[in-house]
């Protein structure tokens, strides 16, 4: 396929999620024009008001589809990913981490898009990784490396946990922390090196803009090393709580995932989710440093969106107070 190309357009496939969304602004302030795929325009609003922002309505899992959207891009970020599937089988993320992963690649080559980058997980593997999440998270990075080549570039991240305004990890751990006195906790020790979402961005910016990080991986991770534990107890002791925080062994976490799994609704935790933690979720090689982004610490940042959020909460119930 000939189209015209323009140099400044960048496809970002997942940019209406926590990280996609921070990536388009981080876009934008550097002068690109984006174009976000998306099924319900909705889940977009904040984002069509941003300049140089196209949001278009299309189902990812077309190829036709992604071959339209690809036509006169420079670059395509892929951030779809999922956490947990709706079975246990492993197919759910396969669909979503290696099979939708192909197809983008396919369409990358047949529109002759230069650069593909694509969000994986500290962590990934295809073959040793303790749960589907991993497993498919690193045969989707094979599928890339195999489907590239002189005419695709690759580049791949693996970050750990991402924390920042609006995550899922801290703000979760927050709003159960508000509701009880006693936090029985899964995977106490499991060891994270939190990366704030905001140099996610700004490594993935500097990737798309050098050509030394074609064809590499790069590891993001934060520059400090926590348990689930000391994660837990410092968002309590942020919001002026005293709660009894009860680490499980590890019989009991898994009993916890089990019930979470099969027997609560919404996939809070499942056991893919504890096979995940079997695996420490931080890096050896510093790809924030190889791209030139200094790594922000958490307690540079959490401390202000949780404070933002407890006044949030103060002002919610002060209102529906008023309304009695």
């Known amino acids: 396929m000939v189209s015209k190309r323009s140099s400044h357009t ?11 969304r921070e990536i388009a602004g981080e ?6 024009s984006v174009r976000i795929p998306t099924r319900d325009r909705r889940h977009a609003r904040a984002l069509q008001v941003l300049p140089g922002v196209e949001v278009v309505s299309a189902d990812v899992y077309d190829e036709n589809a992604l071959l339209a959207l690809f036509a006169d891009v420079s670059s395509v970020i892929n951030l779809i990913g999922i956490l947990n599937e709706r079975g246990r089988d492993g197919s759910g993320f396969r669909k979503v981490h290696v099979e939708l992963v192909e197809k983008i690649a396919r369409a990358c080559q047949e529109d002759r898009v230069p650069h593909l980058l694509h969000m994986s997980a500290l962590k990934a593997n295809a073959e040793t990784g303790p749960s589907h999440y991993l497993r498919t998270k690193g045969a989707g990075e094979i599928a890339i490396r ?3 080549g002189d005419e695709l570039h690759y580049t791949i991240f693996q970050p750990s946990v991402i924390f920042g305004p609006n995550d899922s990890f801290i703000n979760r751990f927050a709003r159960i922390l508000q509701k009880t006195p006693v936090l029985p906790l899964a995977k106490p020790n499991s060891l994270f090196a939190p990366v704030y979402v905001g140099d996610v961005a700004r490594a993935v910016c500097q990737a798309l803009e050098n050509h030394h990080a074609y064809d590499r991986s790069y590891q993001l991770y934060g ?5 689930l534990k000391e994660i837990v107890a410092g968002i309590a002791k942020e919001l002026r709580l005293r709660r009894k925080i009860i680490g499980l062994s590890e019989p009991l976490s898994r009993i916890q995932a089990w019930f979470f799994d099969y027997v609560i609704p919404g996939k809070i935790f499942t056991l893919d989710n504890y096979r995940s933690m079997a695996v420490a979720s931080v890096g050896s090689e510093d790809g924030l440093a190889a791209l030139g982004v200094t790594p922000t610490p958490m307690v540079a940042i959490v401390p202000r969106y949780l404070n933002a959020g407890a006044r949030q909460r103060a002002l919610s119930g ?4 008023s309304r009695r």
């Open 146 to 148: 195999n489907l590239a």
């Open 223 to 227: 520059p400090d090393e926590y348990t």
């Open 10 to 20: 960048v496809c970002v496939l997942g940019g209406t999620g926590f990280v996609g």
């Open 27 to 32: 876009l934008v302030r550097r002068g690109y």
């Open 318 to 321: 002060f209102r529906t107070q």
